[in-house]
C-alpha cells in the first residue's frame, strides 16, 4: 500500500488561496488516478477533486468546482490542490486519496485504495 503525505494545511484568512500538496511515499503503484477529499467533523469524506495521469482531464466536486485546480507531477508521485477564496466552511480536513478504479466514478470514498492521514485548514473571518 502507498502512503500518502499531505502539507499545507494551516490556518488561512477568509477571502485566502491556499495551496496543499501530497507526495506519496513510494513511486510506483499510485495508480492512474490522484485526488483530494474532505472531511468536515461528524460529517461524511466529501469528494474534492482528481486528477487522471493517463489523459490529464481532471474532476471536481461541487464544494470548491469554479475555484479549485488540481495538478502535479506523476513522476514525482504528488499533486496538489489549490482552492480560492475560502470561507469558513471550508475549514475541514483535507485527504490526499489514490489508486480508485480509472474508469470512476470518483466521488465515493471507498472505491479509493490509498489515503495520507489529512491535513487540516482552518478559515477564519
Known amino acids: 500500500q502507498v502512503h500518502l503525505v499531505e502539507s499545507g494545511g494551516g490556518l488561512v484568512q477568509a477571502g485566502d488561496s491556499l495551496r496543499l500538496s501530497c507526495e506519496a511515499s513510494e513511486r510506483t503503484d499510485t495508480g492512474d488516478v490522484m485526488g483530494w477529499f474532505r472531511q468536515a467533523p461528524g460529517q461524511e469524506r466529501e469528494f474534492v477533486a482528481a486528477?487522471?495521469?493517463?489523459?490529464?482531464?481532471?474532476f471536481f466536486g461541487s464544494s470548491v468546482k469554479g475555484r479549485s485546480t488540481i495538478s502535479g507531477d506523476n513522476v514525482k508521485s504528488t499533486v496538489y490542490l489549490e482552492v480560492n477564496n475560502l470561507s469558513p466552511e471550508d475549514t475541514v480536513v483535507y485527504c490526499c486519496?489514490?489508486?480508485?478504479?480509472?474508469?470512476?466514478?470518483?466521488?465515493?470514498?471507498?472505491?479509493?485504495?490509498?489515503w495520507g492521514r489529512g491535513t487540516r485548514v482552518t478559515v477564519s473571518t
Open positions: 486519496a489514490g489508486d480508485p478504479p480509472t474508469s470512476g466514478p470518483y466521488h465515493t470514498p471507498q472505491r479509493w485504495r490509498d
Open positions: 486528477i487522471r495521469w493517463s489523459d490529464g482531464q481532471t
